[in-house]
């Protein structure tokens, strides 16, 4: 069966520009997550969805990164006015217990 | 605070020679310990969950084994396609809260 996928694989902007991630997880799989993983780093936990809802937003950096989920399925990423040290690779995931399964991630460059 | 150590960061192998990763943690509220693989470019594979102090996972060269305070995954007769960062993972309140990872490096 597909895995989660995630759109687009690269993604080059300029400092200031706003960009958005999509991430679809696996058929099924009522949570996703979104974390961030930059070079030499863990990976770091943004969000969490349960269904459309977002129980933990903990996570996320700054009142520039937003996130939502529609027909619990696909979520998209959002991040305003970028910065460079947004700059990293975001990785979407998707579970229906307790293992979570990562899609491929977006490689995102803020130049 | 919730904290996940790996070492070593990095590991150089013989085709061949057995070792151990290892991964402590500190979490209140366990939920599980989580191990997964990530080839250079790709997001990471899942591997193994262990739940309770004692369990061991096995799955062909990799044996996973937990005790209340730290994680080993033993690698055994290791191949240079095992050759990946891992990354260690607690479960904690919904979200996965990861180690920094071992890079491991097996030559022929």
């Known amino acids: 069966g597909a895995g989660v996928s995630q759109s687009p694989s690269n993604k080059v902007t300029e400092k200031g520009k706003d960009v958005e991630l999509r991430c679809d997880p696996i058929?099924?799989?009522?949570?996703l997550y979104w974390y961030r993983q930059s070079l030499g780093q863990g990976l770091e936990f943004l969000i969490y969805?349960?269904?459309?809802?977002?129980?933990?937003k903990s996570g996320l950096p700054s009142d520039r990164f937003s996130a939502e989920r529609t027909g619990g399925s696909v979520s998209t990423l959002t991040i305003q006015r970028t910065q460079q040290e947004d700059s990293a690779v975001y990785l979407c995931?998707?579970?229906?217990?307790?293992?979570?399964?990562f899609g491929p991630g977006t490689r995102l460059t803020v130049l | 605070e919730d904290q996940v150590t790996q070492s070593p960061e990095a590991l150089r192998l013989q085709e061949g020679e057995s070792s151990s990763l290892n991964c402590s943690y500190t979490?209140?509220?366990?939920?599980?310990l989580f191990w997964y693989r990530q080839d250079p470019g790709k997001g990471p594979e899942f591997l193994f969950t262990?739940?309770?102090a004692g369990e061991e996972k096995e799955k062909e060269r990799l044996k996973a084994t937990l005790t209340k305070k730290e994680s080993f995954l033993h690698i055994t007769a290791p191949k240079p396609e095992d050759s990946a960062t891992y990354l260690c993972?607690?479960?904690?309140?919904?979200?996965?809260?990861f180690g920094t990872g071992t890079r491991l490096q097996v030559f022929p």
């Open positions: 995931a998707s579970s229906l217990k307790n293992e979570q399964f």
């Open positions: 993972a607690v479960h904690r309140t919904d979200k996965l809260i």
């Open positions: 058929s099924g799989h009522t949570a």
């Open positions: 979490v209140s509220g366990l939920r599980g």
């Open positions: 262990l739940y309770s």
């Open positions: 969805f349960q269904g459309n809802s977002a129980p933990d």
